[in-house]
């Protein structure tokens, strides 16, 4: 305690000493006079403690760390190099390496004179962006041969204003021609921008210590890994990107994206996701209350987007969303209007289907069971009742119903699950084994807890296939993992999101510490953390996997091994892996859905690689105009292969025209469910277990 103490002193004589330097350099702005206060420092201490006792990574705060500190809070303050000049980065780099003794010593001086820096830099340029508006939109010339770079994450620091002149002149002349080629006009375009920078310069007045002690301490404690993170008091329910949106609000996570918020995952059976009409990687540009204005949202903080889609349960909230199935330089949106509520459990309860299909000749009935998330009832068992809810409880139900229909296999539908209880994805895993070990959890010591399914028995032993794609994570990546390490089920679909850490909340004096303090590793002794689970029969990611994922975050922990907690399993699968790939690759080349969308896929991966769009307003439209056309050319393909009517022109609500998943109105037509149950009655054919059933 009494060294505590001489830290808080040191940091305190430290920082006025700086602050007096400083005194005549600042310019007359709002922020000049914002200063850490006692608690924060205490807080920054005590961070540093935390994570020095307690997180899995036992890396130390050195001079590597420092470096790694400095340049994410330069990233999270200026991703696009848009701010900065190189003299400016220049003068910062003298503390490249001493973010860990500031750190160690309570000093949180050198970040508050580059976040108020990074202020002055930020008004700068909204002033002339404003300057640049005055004049008029009508007064930007398309007819140029201009370029402007959109992907600046590596671009040089620019060495004047001018160059920076330059740049934000291009910014703003790509801005008003994405809203002009978007249809709107320009009196229209020019008071929408003026409002969204005028709003941005009032936010920025609005700028406090906590903002700038929030970033440099969550910047901090995410260089160990990207779920570690610090939570200020006002913001410890809205500023957390892994917390869902469920009490009151859409049933979705969300992220910062430069200027903009990015959807990262929907929580199943939520609002969002009921609708079918917004996907992770879309972004949000707008929101509005019931039937009022859209509120533009580009530039605004995570958390006073979050305040803004929270209300009242049962109210309508609207967001504009750019879909992230358009290139980077298609601004065109969307409205979808969706009613707030919480997501209850029964919404997230197993459901049952039977999945009907015709396969050379025959038809054949297919138990389908849907897992929206790994649930228990807790306040229910706790009280004692019976008929507390459960995933295995409702699953084991519904196997025994499936059962009684004369179904050949299962499906377990694992999609967009994102996890849940721990116990219960051990729990249903012993559905499916005789008994033995299920997950291993090591903690920061390097001491493993094997949890294991004590019980004997195998309460369903007949044939599966586990569907999966990039939104499976966490519990459904332990679950999947044991299914495919005991060669229990065939795993299909994508690779899985990749979570294979545990996280606990650490009160500070000031706010929250959640941190990593453990990993999971399969009964093979893999980590799910990055590789989350690799499909045995791989189908094409409607995710992209580069922007949503654990290997799309910052400092992610690696993956590695550890010993088995198993003996090697003979595969039935692996003799006949081969063939089934085959028959796999042969039908989705003729089936017209699945040629639709891998070729919709290929053709938003192409634009999503673009980096250099024209300012030319004709070459702009050509470039639309040529897209819309592959476009319309890809439904037509699908729509001649299945007999029905070409198009002439996409329709801006024809979901089929725009949406990367084709339409489904029953179960067989979702063409990932329908072919999983092909790949499974492959199997049971060349293995001959058809024939006995």
């Known amino acids: 305690m009494k060294h505590l103490f001489y830290r808080i002193a040191l940091a305190f004589f430290i920082y006025t000493n700086f602050a007096l330097k400083l005194t005549n350099t600042c310019i007359a702005n709002s922020w000049n006079n914002l200063q850490p206060d006692r608690d924060e420092v205490i807080a920054s201490l005590n961070a540093v403690e935390l994570l020095k006792r307690y997180h899995y990574n036992k890396t130390p705060l050195d001079d590597t760390r420092s470096v790694i500190i400095y340049d994410s809070y330069l990233k999270l303050l200026d991703p696009s190099h848009s701010y900065f000049l190189a003299s400016d980065i220049a003068e910062f780099d003298k503390w490249k390496t001493k973010f860990d003794d500031f750190l160690k010593n309570g000093n949180l001086q050198p970040v508050f004179i580059i976040y108020k820096h990074y202020l002055d830099c930020v008004k700068a340029r909204l002033d002339f962006v404003l300057d640049q508006l005055n004049e008029g939109v009508d007064k930007f010339d398309f007819t140029q041969k201009e370029t402007i770079l959109i992907d600046r994450k590596n671009a040089p620091w620019l060495t004047s204003n001018a160059a920076l002149d330059d740049l934000w002149h291009k910014r703003i002349q790509d801005e008003v021609l994405r809203l002009k080629i978007a ?24 700028t406090r210590t906590e903002d700038i002690f929030q970033a440099y301490i969550n910047t901090f404690a995410m260089s160990y890994d990207p779920h570690t993170n610090y939570l200020s008091p006002d913001n410890v329910e809205n500023f957390d990107i892994n917390m869902s949106l469920s009490l009151e609000g859409i049933g979705a996570v969300l992220q910062s994206d430069n200027d903009q918020i990015r959807i990262i995952r929907l929580v199943p059976a939520g609002p969002a996701d ?3 009409q917004v996907m992770p990687a879309d972004k949000i540009i707008g929101v509005a209350q019931g039937d009022q204005e859209i509120v533009d949202v580009v530039g605004w903080r995570l958390d006073e987007v979050v305040k803004l889609i929270r ?23 969307k409205i979808v209007s969706l009613t707030r509520e919480a997501v209850k459990l029964e919404d997230q309860a197993v459901q049952k289907r039977v999945l009907n299909l015709t396969q050379n000749g025959k038809n054949y009935k297919l138990g389908v069971v849907i897992i929206p998330a790994f649930y228990l ?3 229910a068992l706790r009280a004692g009742d019976q008929d507390y809810k ?31 209880s721990l116990q219960e994805a051990t729990e249903l895993t012993s559905l499916f084994i005789d008994k033995g070990p299920t997950v291993s959890v090591r903690n920061a010591d390097g001491h493993v807890d094997v949890l294991e399914d004590e019980n004997a028995g195998t309460f369903y032993k007949g044939p599966m296939a586990l569907l999966v794609n990039r939104l499976s994570a966490s519990a459904s990546e332990i679950f999947a993992g044991a299914m495919q390490d005991y060669h229990r089920a065939l795993i299909i679909g994508s690779q899985t ?5 545990v996280q606990t ?11 990593t303090i453990a990993k999971f590793y399969r009964i093979s002794g893999q980590s799910t953390q990055q590789h989350g689970i690799l499909p045995d029969i791989d189908f094409p990611s409607i995710i992209d996997t580069k922007a949503i994922g654990e290997s799309a975050l910052p400092e992610a922990m690696p993956w590695d091994t550890i010993n088995p907690t198993i003996k090697p399993i003979l595969n039935p699968f692996k003799p006949y892996l081969t063939q089934l790939k085959d028959n796999h690759y042969i039908r989705s080349t003729q089936d017209a859905e699945f040629v639709f969308l891998c070729a919709k896929l290929a053709l938003t991966k192409k634009l999503m690689e673009e980096k250099t769009i024209s300012l030319n307003e004709a070459d702009r439209r050509a470039q639309h105009a040529k897209i819309e056309h592959q476009q319309l050319m890809l439904e037509n393909a699908r729509r001649k292969a299945k007999g029905e009517d070409k198009l002439q022109e996409l329709k801006k609500d024809d979901e089929d025209g725009l949406s990367v998943e084709p339409k489904k109105t029953k179960l067989e037509d979702d063409i990932y469910l329908s072919e999983t149950g092909r790949v499974l009655l492959d199997y049971l054919t060349i293995s001959n277990q058809i024939a006995k059933q």
């Open 274 to 276: 009921k609708t079918k």
């Open 505 to 515: 909340i650490q009160p500070l004096n000031h706010g929250e510490l959640k941190l």
């Open 390 to 420: 459960s995933t295995t409880r409702d699953v084991k139900k519904i196997l025994t119903e499936l059962e009684k229909e004369k179904v050949y296999g299962m499906i377990i539908d694992l999609r967009n699950n994102g996890g849940g």
């Open 183 to 206: 249809g709107k006009e320009p009196k229209a375009i020019q008071e929408l921008l003026t409002k969204r920078y005028k709003n941005q310069q009032a936010r920025l007045d609005q």
């Open 497 to 501: 999101f990749g979570k294979g850490t």
């Open 311 to 333: 209300g009242p349960k049962g109210s309508i909230v609207r967001l504009e969303v750019i879909p992230h199935t358009n290139g980077p330089n298609d601004q065109t949106s």
């Open 377 to 379: 009832d807790f306040k």
